[in-house]
């Protein structure tokens, strides 16, 4: 999308799992319908509303939880504060009652299983992920109006642009890598810094920070949650959790209940190369094994993907001194650069482009935030970029059952470990001297995205989805 201005906050988000363009996007857009109606000043008058789920959203919406998203967001839940230990119990009521309350005002009957409607054989031409939203009036009359989740949280209603953020005059505006170095080269300033400048064109340095920081504070107690919860995935696939049990161990099981005291006995409790890397592991699983269990985690760019930033930014602050606030702000700001490069360029979308737009995108994100705050020059940042995204070109998204666990939550620790080692590859090399552009792997990433089958593109039709024997109970 040509002039897209993304803020670090488009590509951050705070939401609930397991998936930003299934569970997330819906999430908005089903709020965006409720709001629709009020503007219109037509909620008093629906008697009924019907939800179709294409594509997709379909396929794989019941493993995605699509249908809880969507009915949440139409009774008036936002993913940023609603309780996730009410979730359950909150569509329990709405099966039970066969009633809903849009916009927590206006109560009419529902019937999950006629109202809500899985069109699995059929897809609309903008993208994979579209449902439509029919409301019938009390005075015959009905609103039909369709949204597509593009990824990462972001929602499109069509006939619209897509954007509801204020335009505004961007310093440093930044289509492509080679206009970020730009600015870079010519300013003198780092990638974070350029992003703080245009942050400051929507509102003041401080909120930004701000911001930053409460996104952070969620990634945290993401970590900790994860790493301290025992037992079971829901979905039916029974896949056990493990970082509760990898931290454990690690820690010789000493238990700390705070954050402080925990990532402190982590820095101090080794160094070596199995040590770290278990730990960037465990940090990786932790966030996706929350993400698969319906817990508050930030899209990072998604939420597939939302265990590799975290991973590599707790790496950084356990065992590069990065325990510092600016630091953790200079990180997340570089890596929503290079997020936003990627979407405007390719895609962050697995319905669109598999699994190299989730996991590749997040490791590049996070390499090149990790070279930048290890003291790596504004080359070497877009080339630890390139480097993590070239080793995930053609990856494939086939979740088994359509869950978002296997090899979802595996692949975040991968992506984690590339990212470290496309970040160490750049700070040892001369970029000066680099065969291939980030600009050149974000259209090959494009043009490998648009020639893969639509049965690698989160349709669970393909790959390890069709070749792993399950039998998931009926929802």
Known sequence: ???????????????????????????????????????????????????????????????????????????????????????????????????????????????????????????????????????????????????????????????????????????????????????????????????????????PEKETKKGILQHYQVMKECIYRGCHTPGFLPGGLNVARRAAALNKRLLAGKTYTDYESWIDAIRTGGNGFNYILDWVSCFALAVNEENAAFGRVVTAPTNGAAGVIPAVLHYFIAFCDGYKEDKIIQFIACASEIGSIFKKGATISAAMGGCQAEIGVSSAMAAAALTECLGGSQRQVLMAAEIAMEHHLGLTCDPIGGLVQVPCIERNTMGAIKAITASQLALQSNPDKAKVSLDAVVNTMWETALDMNSKYKETSDGGLATNIPISLPEC
């Not at 569509?91 to 849009?102: H, M, N, P, S």
């Not at 579209?130 to 949280?153: M, N, R």
């Not at 206009?179 to 300013?187: K, N, P």
């Open 1 to 203: 999308m040509p002039n897209e201005q993304i803020s670090v906050f488009d590509i951050f988000k705070i939401g609930i799992g397991p998936s930003s363009s299934h569970t997330l996007g819906p999430w908005r857009a089903a709020q965006q319908f409720t709001e629709s109606l009020k503007k219109q000043n037509l909620l008093c008058d629906v008697v009924q509303v019907k939800i179709l789920l294409y594509g997709s959203l379909a396929k794989t919406g019941k493993g995605h939880g699509t249908d809880i998203a969507i009915l949440l967001g139409l009774a008036g839940g936002d993913p940023v504060t609603f309780d996730v230990n009410q979730i359950d119990s909150t569509i329990e009521t709405i099966k039970q009652t066969k009633e809903l309350e849009l916009a927590a005002t206006q109560k009419i009957e529902f019937s999950y299983t006629d109202d809500l409607i899985f069109l699995f054989a059929e897809s609309l031409p903008f993208h994979p992920n579209a449902v439509t939203f029919q409301a019938f009036l009390a005075t015959g009359k009905a609103v039909s109006e369709t949204y597509y989740s593009i990824g990462g949280g972001f929602v499109v209603k069509e006939g619209e642009s897509g954007s509801e953020k204020e335009t505004v005059d961007l310093p440093f505006p930044v289509e492509k890598a080679s206009e970020l170095l730009h600015w870079c080269l010519s300013t003198g300033l780092k990638v974070s810094e350029v992003v703080m400048e245009n942050e400051a064109a929507w509102r």
